[in-house]
C-alpha cells in the first residue's frame, strides 16, 4: 500500500551498529505499529504509538527504541544491532475513528539481516 | 497473557481442493480480524467478525466466528494459485491486535 511507505526496503549490518528504520504514512492516521515477522512465529509487536505522545512497548521491545517524530512519521532503532534481530519488519497504521472495524495498513517491510 | 494460535502451519493442495485454516484465541474475543499476506509481500486485511456465530463469505472464501467467540476459521473452496500466501488471524488485546503464527498456503497447478 504506497500510503505506508518504509526505508530502507533492505539493509545488510554488522553486529553492533546502530540502524534506524524509518515509517511515513499518508493516510492521516493517527495509530502506529511496529512488527517483526520470523518464519513460524506470526507478526510480533515491537512498538506502538497512538499519537505523537504515546509510545507503548509491546511483546518484544527489548533491543529496540521508537521516536514518533510527527502522526506521520514512526522510526525504529536498533542501538546495537544483533543477528537474532535479522527479519522482515513492518510498520503498519490504524485509524482510532475506524470503529468497529479497526483495520490495520501495513508498509511494504524492511529485510535486515544482522551479520 | 492472551494467545492466538493457527493452525494448521502450513498445507501443501492440488489446484481445486479446498482448504481450511482454524484460529484458536486463549480468550473470548470481541472480535476477530483475517489478513492475507502473498509471497514477498504485506498483510491485507480480508474481514472482521464480531457477532456470535457470524458466517461471512467473500466469493470463494467463507469466514465463520464461533459461538463462544473463542475460535475461527477460513474455508476456501476450490483453490487457485491466486489464493497462495499465508494467512493470519488476529484478535484484540485492549487496543493491539494478536496475531496467530499463521497457515502458509501452497496451491499445485
Known amino acids: 500500500d504506497a500510503d505506508v511507505t518504509q526505508t530502507p526496503r533492505n539493509r545488510i549490518t554488522k553486529t553492533g551498529k546502530r540502524i534506524m528504520l524509518e515509517c511515513s504514512q499518508t493516510k492521516g492516521h493517527d495509530r502506529m505499529y511496529w512488527y517483526r515477522q520470523d518464519p513460524g512465529l506470526g507478526l510480533q509487536l515491537i512498538y506502538y504509538s497512538f499519537d505523537v505522545k504515546d509510545i507503548n512497548k509491546g511483546e518484544i521491545s527489548d533491543g529496540y527504541s521508537v521516536s514518533r517524530q510527527a502522526q506521520a512519521k514512526f522510526s525504529l532503532s536498533l542501538e546495537s544491532a544483533i543477528p537474532n534481530q535479522t527479519a522482515l519488519y513492518f510498520c503498519a497504521t490504524s485509524d482510532a475513528r475506524d470503529r468497529p472495524r479497526n483495520e490495520q495498513f501495513f508498509g511494504p517491510g524492511t529485510r535486515l539481516t544482522v551479520l | 497473557g492472551q494467545q492466538v494460535m493457527q493452525i494448521p502451519q502450513y498445507q501443501h493442495v492440488q489446484e481445486g481442493e479446498d482448504f481450511t485454516t482454524y484460529c484458536n484465541s486463549s480468550t473470548t474475543l470481541s472480535n476477530i480480524q483475517w489478513y492475507k499476506q502473498r509471497p514477498g509481500g504485506h498483510p491485507v486485511f480480508l474481514i472482521q467478525l464480531v457477532k456470535s456465530g457470524e458466517v461471512k463469505k467473500q466469493k470463494r472464501l467463507t469466514f465463520q466466528f464461533g459461538e463462544a467467540k473463542k475460535n475461527s476459521s477460513l474455508h476456501i473452496t476450490a483453490t487457485q494459485t491466486t489464493d497462495v500466501g499465508t494467512y493470519f488471524c488476529?484478535?484484540?488485546?485492549?487496543?493491539?491486535?494478536?496475531f496467530g503464527a499463521g497457515t502458509i498456503l501452497r496451491v499445485k497447478s
Open positions: 488476529a484478535g484484540p488485546n485492549g487496543n493491539k491486535l494478536v
